[in-house]
């Protein structure tokens, strides 16, 4: 049933996981993910990336449901939803640290910049994965058009 759902109407666990990951974002309203990108220091609330995984699942599920009557590659449209929602919810949930527990003014140990640094690998890694899915998407409209 869940493999059918997806692959015939993608619209609709795409809108069900936007609302799940806005109640997991307002859960963890108090958490925050730095970010080293370079020489620049971003602190980014996790509700922000949440809202900005929501809103890629939003749009996607109305640019699937504008084209539901076309038929697309059943492959991409299940590795762009699964794919999709499972990273907005690695994101929302095992990323952040509670933003009380971060204090600037204590130095940082070599063993802690070295976890920051894998967190921040592993961020930018999720996220450049996350835009693959989003060509994924793009291919699959494409095709869709194309097809007949």
Do not use: E
């Amino acid at each position: 049933m869940l493999r059918n759902l997806i692959q015939q109407k993608p619209y609709i666990p795409l809108a069900a996981a936007s609302l799940i990951i806005a109640l997991i974002a307002w859960l963890r309203k108090d958490y925050i993910v730095d970010l080293q990108y370079y020489d620049t220091y971003y602190i980014v609330p996790v509700y922000l990336l949440a809202a900005l995984c929501a809103m890629i699942m939003l749009i996607s599920s109305l640019l699937y449901w504008f084209s539901r009557m076309r038929p697309g590659i059943v492959q991409l449209t299940t590795l762009h939803v699964l794919g999709t929602i499972a990273i907005a919810l690695y994101l929302t949930t095992a990323m952040g640290t509670p933003a009380n527990a971060a204090a600037a003014d204590i130095p940082m140990s070599i063993g802690d910049y070295r976890l920051l640094q894998d967190l921040n690998f592993r961020m930018l890694a999720i996220l450049v994965i996350l835009g693959v899915l989003q060509l994924l998407l793009v291919v699959n409209i494409a095709i869709k058009l194309v097809r007949r």
